[in-house]
């Protein structure tokens, strides 16, 4: 198969890269990082013979994101599967205290970018009446936790497009799936807290969270599975993690 990753140079969308090309399948990987894009692809092609092709893209660029795809286009007629997986949270912090840039990034990047990619790649799918869109969601587009307001907002479109993504495809014999993590080990944390390194060790003390292999597993299972099934919507965590709100650590479990 043709896979589209968005966010490829770290975290899950890299796993998810890794996971598809150990399986044989060609790569399409994007991200702003061009050094790690051929980094990435270097490494792929070397430990699994895949074919790797790389766009440096900033998935909030309406331009940007049209040229990949017209690039796609002719190369592959359209991916079979688009992993709408860039994204990112900024700060922590009350709503009357927000920072209103950190909004508009989030905003772009989680809701806008996810748009932009979708409204590309859909008619390519449509034409050939084929095709698996897989949305990164989160915990956090489940339940709302203090002071992840917009972030949190930001996951809940993800669900929210998902199930409209899902309505208005299937029809055309195209798959939606809402992927929606807890907690993973990525630089997800290291970029909320603007690359405080202690700070973002902090958020994983006391327990093992999911890793980032974790949920490449599960989107690849869930982008294996039988024509005639689809996973809608699947949320995962670690086991210490109930859900956005919840959590444990193995010093409780170990004192229960
Ligand atoms: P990382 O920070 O490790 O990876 C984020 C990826 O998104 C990077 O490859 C980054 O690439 C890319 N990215 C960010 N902004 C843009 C942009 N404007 N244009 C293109 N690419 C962009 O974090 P994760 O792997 O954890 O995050 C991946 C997804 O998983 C996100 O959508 C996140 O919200 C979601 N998620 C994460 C969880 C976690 O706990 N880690 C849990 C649930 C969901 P580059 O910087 O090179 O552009
Ligand atoms: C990332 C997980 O809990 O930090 O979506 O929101 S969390």
């Known amino acids: 198969m043709n896979i589209l990753i968005t966010g490829a140079t770290s975290g899950i969308g890299h796993a998810i890269a890794q996971e598809f ?9 994007t991200g702003r990082r061009a050094d790690r894009l051929q980094e990435i692809k270097e490494t792929l ?6 074919t790797v092709y790389t766009s440096c893209v900033d998935v909030r660029n309406r331009e940007e994101t049209a040229a990949l795809v017209d690039q796609i286009q002719a190369e592959w007629q359209a991916p079979d599967i688009l992993i709408n997986n860039a994204g990112l949270a900024l700060g922590l912090s009350t709503i009357d205290k927000g920072d209103i840039d950190e909004w508009e990034t989030m905003i772009d990047t989680n809701i806008k970018g996810l748009l932009y990619m979708t409204r ?10 084929k095709g698996h869109i897989i949305n990164i969601g ?9 002071n992840g307001n917009v972030y949190c907002a930001t996951k809940h479109a993800v669900v929210a497009l998902s199930e409209g993504m899902r309505v208005d ?3 055309y014999n195209i798959k939606v799936t809402a ?3 807890g907690m993973v080990d990525t630089e997800f944390s290291l970029v909320r807290y603007s690359g405080d390194e202690q700070k973002a060790a902090q958020t994983y ?3 093992e969270p999911l890793h980032a292999s974790d949920v490449a597993k599960t989107a690849y299972y869930c982008a294996t599975l039988p024509d005639h099934v689809c996973i809608n919507d699947i949320t995962m965590t670690c086991t210490r993690q109930a859900n956005g709100i919840f959590k444990t650590t193995d010093e ?3 004192l229960s």
Do not use: C, D, E
């Open 21 to 29: 090309a150990r399986n044989g399948h060609k790569l399409w990987i």
């Open 45 to 50: 092609t070397a430990q699994y013979g895949a």
């Open 120 to 129: 590309h790649i859909a008619p390519l799918m449509v034409a050939l009446k």
């Open 138 to 146: 989160s915990t956090a587009g489940k339940s709302v936790y203090p």
């Open 169 to 171: 495809l299937m029809n």
């Open 179 to 181: 992927l929606n993590p």
């Open 205 to 207: 003390l006391g327990f």
């Open 252 to 254: 409780a479990v170990r």
